[in-house]
């Protein structure tokens, strides 16, 4: 089982262009969320998709949006890019397993530089 | 809504030596989990610990433990005899009960002296 993983692992855009970072969960998790890290800081929750549908958001513009594909794996699309969304996006998946709790783990990543 | 706070940004440590990290939250639920992360320059963020709100006792994995005081919301990771190993960011996280969701810290960065 490779866990998750997370494509690519970095990348460069310029202002304004749109940037789709994806990620292939854990096999038998159903749930990804999205999280931003900015250098320095602690990760923010973006968004979390389950059954293909944005489950919960975070505090982040309608620039950042996501998919989720009947094999679980999901993407993140930021458009018009700006400056500070420079940072290291991370997905994590996760499967609930029940009075046992959650099950989650993250993907290393993807370094985004916007110029 | 929830809050993380991570006073410390960075601590060192002598190797075999131990040391306390520290973290206070708050949120009003009443069934959440916290967790310690670990984050090495490799960018993975890896699952130290993990307590649940509703036990009592405090958690351990091997020279991993936790000190949760439930009333003064504040839940610290004791590392024992220190490795080399060890050095990396730690960040305290919050979730709720049957939410994957987390709420992260500001991280405290580790280091470890030979």
């Known amino acids: 089982d490779a866990g998750v993983t997370q494509s690519p692992t970095h990348l460069i855009k310029t202002r304004g262009q749109q940037v789709t970072l994806r990620c292939s969960p854990k096999?038998?998790?159903?749930?990804v969320s999205w999280y931003q890290q900015a250098l320095g800081q602690g990760p923010q929750f973006i968004f979390q998709y389950y059954e293909e549908e944005e489950r919960q958001r975070g505090n982040f513009p309608d620039r950042f949006s996501g998919h989720q594909f009947p094999n679980y794996s999901s993407e993140l699309n930021v458009n018009a890019l700006l400056l500070g969304d420079s940072a290291l996006y991370l997905c994590?998946?996760?499967?609930?397993?029940?009075?046992?709790?959650?099950?989650?783990?993250f993907g290393p990543g993807t370094r985004l530089t916007v110029t | 809504a929830q809050t993380v706070t991570q006073s410390q940004p960075e601590m060192s440590v002598q190797e075999a030596e131990t040391v306390t990290l520290s973290c206070t939250y708050d949120?009003?639920?009443?069934?959440?989990?916290l967790f310690w992360y670990k984050q090495p320059p490799s960018r993975q963020m890896i699952l130290v610990i993990r307590?649940?709100?509703?036990?009592?006792q405090n958690a351990t994995e091997n020279r991993f433990s936790v000190n949760f005081q439930k009333a003064a919301k504040s839940f610290s990771l004791k590392i024992s005899d220190s490795q080399l190993g060890d050095a990396a960011m730690y960040f305290c996280a919050l979730s709720n009960f049957g939410n994957e969701k987390l709420t992260f810290g500001t991280g405290t960065r580790l280091t470890i002296i030979p």
């Open positions: 994590a998946s996760s499967l609930d397993l029940g009075l046992a709790g959650i099950e989650q783990y």
């Open positions: 096999s038998g998790h159903d749930t």
């Open positions: 307590q649940e709100a509703y036990k009592q």
């Open positions: 949120t009003s639920e009443s069934d959440y989990y």
